[in-house]
């Protein structure tokens, strides 16, 4: 075993990566939500408006405090993001793919615009859910994506499948009904 895993496996049995991470992580996007959003108000100080610093920091304590202490959330946070950390690369590596066959003057962005950009972000979106799934237990033998899966390949049938392709129609329908008038002219204007 090398020297850096025997610091690891110390940082490990120290609680670095069981309270110390996770407290820091909780604490640091909830600080950053509430200082972006301002939810909890505002102070003048001269002519520029603040955020409440010190109430924001006191709210991002309390609740990192509060996840640290469930056990629960900590695994399910050690062990989704990893994973999550990993659809990450393989996104990155595949827009580096898509990148190599692409003229200098291009631009990425550009060219993933509109529709595309909207399916890689449902993809990655279902991804990321899928991952946290996968990791929060429903019962003491699987996870709530394992418990989806076994519950709709028990129960595939006719009816499921009809009222699945019914919900699908109607979604598209009324995607493609509110869509919007491209081309149209506006009533009142010839």
């Not at 469930?70 to 827009?95: D, E, H, R, W």
Request: glycine share 8%.
């Amino acid at each position: 075993m090398s020297v850096l895993r025997n610091a690891l496996d110390f940082l490990g049995e120290f609680g670095i990566f069981d309270v110390i991470l996770p407290f820091l992580l909780v604490f640091a996007v909830v600080f950053g939500i509430l200082e972006k959003t301002r939810i909890l108000g505002e102070e003048k100080i001269g002519k520029e408006t603040y955020p409440r610093k010190n109430l924001n920091a006191i709210v991002a304590f309390v609740l990192a405090m509060l996840v640290v202490a469930a056990t629960k959330i900590v695994g399910v946070i050690n062990t989704a993001l990893p994973q999550v950390s990993l659809l990450i690369i393989v996104a990155l590596s595949f827009l580096l793919m898509i990148g190599i066959f692409m003229k200098p003057d291009n631009t990425l962005y550009e060219k993933l615009s509109g529709r595309w950009m909207v399916f890689l972000m449902i993809i990655m979106f279902v991804g990321v859910i899928s991952v946290f799934l996968g990791n929060i237990p429903a019962n003491e033998k699987q996870s709530w994506l394992g418990f989806a899966f076994n519950y709709v390949l028990e129960f595939w049938s006719g009816t499921l499948v009809a009222t699945l392709i019914l919900l699908g129609v109607v979604i598209w329908a009324i995607i493609y009904i509110t869509k919007g008038d491209e081309g149209r002219p506006s009533a009142g204007k010839e």
